[in-house]
Structures are given as structure tokens and as C-alpha cells.
């Protein structure tokens, strides 16, 4: 049971290009969730979904795209990426209900933009 | 919308000193509260959480935090500290009504635990 993986660890871009984020959950759980965290600023909420084929916009979703086709993956994706998105990703999935309730975090994304 | 305060950013300490850190919520409706972990280099690990029920929650790693809600707090305290509890803690909240059940967190409290 791996729980939440996100691919790749480490990823350099530079300004104007794209790139997508990999999130796989393998606990059936129905939300999953982007974050971003910058330093003395917590995490912010990027996007998130409820469900396969539904998704919101979070706190920062400017630059941003999502998709949810399948309840295991939830892959983010930078269409031009900026230096203001020089930041460490965290996917997050969770069960929406039951004594279980709660986040699970993957290991994270550092990207730089260049 | 919800939010989430905490206070302290930057908390230094000696080994075996008391830790309270604080943490204030906004939100009017019922909620579900987290305090969070992040290792250095690490992601983020579940510390405590409360639901519902007895006030004060037991976490891991010696770790309590008790929810007043007359306050909207969601103090994280440990009677000894050790260096090993180095690490920004995060608070979070989320709120059990509308469509989005979601985490907020705070801005983080960097904890130093000197040897």
C-alpha cells in the first residue's frame, strides 16, 4: 500500500514551459487536493477534486490546470510555467468520512523555475 | 471562509523545556482540527486530530493539543521537548459544511530544540 506518490522529486524548468505534476493515491479515497507550500506562508490550496471527473479551484489556481478522469490520479499541470511557481508541491488525498478520516500527504515536488 | 493563525513563526528551546504552540481558527460552523509535522527534507506527517469528543487529543510522539472552542483554539503542547522534535509544525482546519472539504492551514511555526 503505497499510499500517495508524486513524480517527479525534483524538476528545473524554465520560464515558458510546461510540465505536469503526477499524483497517484491508491487508498479509493474520493478527494485529492494540490498544495503548494513557499516559506512563512504554510500550504496553499492550489486545486482539489471531490471525485472522477470533478474539480475546484483552490486558493492560487492562476497558472494552474487539473483533470480527474480516474479516482487514482490527479495530475497537475503547468501550462507556461513562471519563477513565481518556484515552489514545493504536495498532493494530498483523503476519505470523506468514518473514524479513519484524514489527509494523506505524498513526498512532494521541488520545482524551480528558471 | 475559513482561516487559520499561528503566532508563533520561529520557536527556539532547550532540550527537556515545555512546548505550547498556538493556533486560532475563523470559522463558525463545525470543524475537524490537525496538527501537522514536516521533518526536514520531508513531507507532511499527521501528528493529532480531533473530531469530536474529549477536548484534549493525544498525538504521537508525546504530543497533546487541547480544542476550546469558546477560544476557536487548537493549542499543540509536549511536556519535554527533545532535539529530535526539531521541525516546522503546521495547524489545519476544515469545515464539515459545504462543497469543499478542504485543509486550511496556517503559516507554520519553525520549532529549534537546542542540545
Known amino acids: 500500500n503505497a499510499g500517495v506518490t508524486q513524480t517527479p522529486k525534483f524538476q528545473v524548468l524554465k520560464t515558458g514551459q510546461s510540465m505536469t505534476l503526477q499524483c497517484a493515491q491508491d487508498?479509493?479515497?474520493?478527494?485529492m487536493s494540490w498544495y503548494r507550500q513557499d516559506p512563512g506562508m504554510g500550504l496553499r490550496l492550489i486545486h482539489y477534486?471531490?471525485?472522477?471527473?470533478?474539480?475546484d479551484q483552490g486558493e492560487v489556481p492562476n497558472g494552474y490546470n487539473v483533470s480527474r478522469s480516474t479516482t487514482e490520479d490527479f495530475p497537475l499541470r503547468l501550462l507556461s510555467a513562471a519563477p513565481s511557481q518556484t515552489s514545493v508541491y504536495f498532493c494530498?488525498?483523503?476519505?470523506?468520512?468514518?473514524?479513519?478520516?484524514?489527509?494523506?500527504f505524498g513526498s512532494g515536488t521541488r520545482l524551480t523555475v528558471v | 471562509a475559513q482561516s487559520v493563525s499561528q503566532h508563533n513563526h520561529h520557536v527556539i528551546l532547550s532540550e527537556a523545556a515545555s512546548l505550547e504552540l498556538g493556533c486560532n481558527y475563523s470559522?463558525?460552523?463545525?470543524?475537524?482540527l490537525f496538527w501537522y509535522v514536516q521533518y526536514p527534507g520531508q513531507h507532511l506527517q499527521l501528528l493529532l486530530k480531533?473530531?469530536?469528543?474529549?477536548?484534549l487529543v493525544k498525538g504521537i510522539k508525546g504530543f497533546e493539543a487541547e480544542f476550546i472552542k469558546s477560544k476557536f483554539s487548537f493549542n499543540l503542547r509536549k511536556p519535554s521537548v527533545q532535539w529530535s522534535d526539531t521541525a516546522e509544525y503546521f495547524c489545519?482546519?476544515?469545515?464539515?459544511?459545504?462543497?469543499?472539504?478542504?485543509?486550511?492551514f496556517g503559516s507554520g511555526t519553525q520549532l529549534t530544540v537546542l542540545p
Open positions: 489545519a482546519v476544515n469545515s464539515l459544511s459545504g462543497s469543499a472539504r478542504q485543509l486550511t
Open positions: 487508498m479509493n479515497h474520493e478527494y
Open positions: 494530498a488525498s483523503s476519505s470523506p468520512t468514518g473514524s479513519n478520516y484524514g489527509y494523506t
Open positions: 480531533y473530531f469530536s469528543g474529549d477536548p
Open positions: 470559522y463558525g460552523g463545525t470543524v475537524n
Open positions: 477534486s471531490v471525485g472522477a471527473g470533478i474539480t
